[in-house]
């Protein structure tokens, strides 16, 4: 009983180290984290609905949902999850084109594609994201983040909304920096309460306490309701339904697992716990939406702002994910009419210290010192992710990433000749850097087929062979030396290298010519056949 009782507090923790077991003062504080980022998400929840164009208790419902479920399986212990930004702007046309109940069918599926993508361990594809795509990924996000916080200086009815002027806008501006100054001195002070908690309930004491005339959370829209109920969606089950909500499914669980993946790892470099757990993430997504879509959710996925709330607060294991799962219903509950008079200006407060907590400063600092095309894909990725979507800046950044890279290695290959020590007239090329399709050209400029002697060895110490274009590259090189009558030995390929030509059909003999590398081989090249050994 003890063993499994320890089992499930490892569990709960993300760790198996007994030092970070819970104690009173650890579940304290993962609690009030929990709490701090529920009355977060409450605005946020009710935006995105809105984005969305559903009732606000859908987007509370899957904030709810998926936060709970990723809380207890997701891949990092700390990470938050619910309803976001950047799947509401997708969500928008399904809704408006087809009615919310192909919204849920499509968040079903797209549990289900994320559910397979982690069975078949796609998330470990998010390792091929480059650096410069992440900073401009975590910019790009808090570009995001204040942008949207701007909508709360707007007052008036959804659809004719103005911009603050006058007495509201220096309060609500006042009342946002003192929640600053709140969230920055608080810790200098105490870390018994979470910064960003103590200025929320210092902020709304004021303005309750005042009667101050400013936005509060119930002017967004109510926040009472039930219990989410078990809904399959009213939908006909038919091969045109499918035709229509696929489209957005696959969009979405993309999206859905980008950011995901990504706050995964950005969490984990902050809070020095690397989960290595992006199968596991993309499993606990799959499920989180698909059970939401059955419960009248819009879905979701990892939340950077309120991932960072969280950390910021204290919050390392999955109690304080938990917690605000938990909270968050409390608050549709029972608490609504409290929650409802919390101010807008102290969450969008704590948002603002977010977005300074999450720009990556020191990018802007080693602009200079960096290589070129890793300060434009930085800027690049910011750019797109402001302009568009997470998911369309990440994937530009990786194949900007990757030409780049390519362009930069296929410059990288030359050669140089002398005379064969082991075989006399024998001209030898030492080849330098990686034979891929992009210096296949490069590659073959390097040889002089007419003025080279009858022997001619090409030694690929140096340098390796990568791809079904590089051996094509290698046969053509062959067939000018075969027309000439002259003889080509290529030594010193690696050992992936002869797979790639025993999957070429070439004929491999065993040789003992570089005994001390195991890897060299000796191919000659004569009447078209390609002869080798290792």
Not at 90 to 104: C, T
Not at 349 to 368: E, H, P, Q
Not at 471 to 488: C, P, T
Request: contains cysteine; hydrophobic residues 55%.
């Amino acid at each position: 009983m003890r063993a499994s009782l320890a089992a499930f507090v490892d569990h709960m923790s993300g760790t198996y180290d007994n030092a970070d077991r819970f104690s009173p003062g650890r579940i304290k504080i993962e609690v009030l984290a929990g709490l701090t980022v529920a009355l977060a998400l409450v605005p946020e929840a009710v935006a995105f609905a809105f984005v969305a164009g559903v009732h606000p208790l859908v987007g509370l419902y899957a904030a709810f949902l998926v936060g709970l479920i990723t809380a207890l399986l997701g891949g990092q212990p700390g990470m938050i999850s619910g309803a976001t930004g950047a799947l509401a702007v997708v969500m928008v046309a399904l809704v408006a084109g087809h009615g919310v109940e192909y919204l849920f069918a499509t968040v079903v599926l797209m549990g289900i594609l994320q559910i397979l993508a982690g069975v078949f361990r796609l998330g470990k594809l998010i390792r091929l994201v480059p650096h410069p795509v992440m900073l401009g990924f975590v910019n790009g996000l808090a570009i995001v983040i204040f942008l949207a916080q701007l909508t709360q200086f707007q007052v008036g009815p959804e659809g004719d909304r103005v911009w603050m002027s006058g007495l509201p806008l220096a309060m609500t501006l006042g009342l946002v920096a003192l929640t600053m100054g709140i969230i920055w001195l608080m810790p200098k002070i105490t870390s018994a309460i979470p910064a960003p908690l103590a200025g929320i309930a210092v902020v709304a004491a004021i303005v309750i306490g005042f009667g101050l005339d400013v936005p509060r959370v119930g002017d967004l829209a109510s926040i009472q309701g039930g219990l989410p109920s078990f809904h399959i969606p009213t939908v006909p089950f038919n091969l045109q339904t499918l035709e229509i909500i696929f489209p957005y499914a696959l969009i979405l669980a993309a999206i859905g697992l980008i950011e995901s993946l990504l706050t995964l790892n950005l969490v984990g470099e902050i809070a020095g716990k690397h989960s290595g757990g992006a199968s596991r993430e993309c499993i606990a997504q799959g499920l989180a939406n698909t059970l939401t879509g059955f419960f009248g959710g819009m879905g979701g996925c990892a939340m950077i702002g309120q991932s960072m709330i969280n950390v910021k607060s204290g919050g390392r294991t999955r109690l304080s994910a938990l917690a605000a799962a938990l909270f968050l219903l409390v608050f549709i509950l029972v608490a609504s009419g409290l929650i409802e008079q919390i101010p807008l200006a102290a969450l969008v407060g704590v948002m603002f210290m977010v977005v300074i907590g999450t720009f990556a400063w020191n990018s802007l600092r080693i602009m200079r010192r960096i290589p070129l095309t890793d300060a434009f894909v930085i800027v690049l990725v910011t750019i797109v992710t402001v302009m568009y979507d997470l998911a369309t800046a990440v994937v530009v950044g990786v194949i900007v990433s990757a030409l780049a890279y390519a362009w930069n290695n296929a410059r990288r290959i030359h050669a140089t000749t002398r005379e064969s020590h082991s075989e006399a007239g024998a001209k030898v090329y030492e080849i330098e850097g990686p034979l891929f399709f992009g210096s296949t050209d490069g590659f073959a400029e390097l040889f002089t087929p007419d003025q080279d002697p009858d022997v001619v060895i090409v030694d690929f110490m140096r340098s390796r062979v990568v791809d079904q274009s590089a051996l094509q590259a290698i046969e053509a090189l062959a067939g000018q030396y075969q027309k000439r009558g002259k003889k080509l030995q290529l030594r010193h390929l690696s050992r992936d290298c002869h797979k790639l030509l025993n999957r070429a059909g070439q004929l491999m003999v065993d040789s003992n010519d570089d005994p001390d590398y195991g890897l060299a081989v000796d191919y000659s090249v004569r009447t078209g056949i390609l002869a080798g050994g290792h």
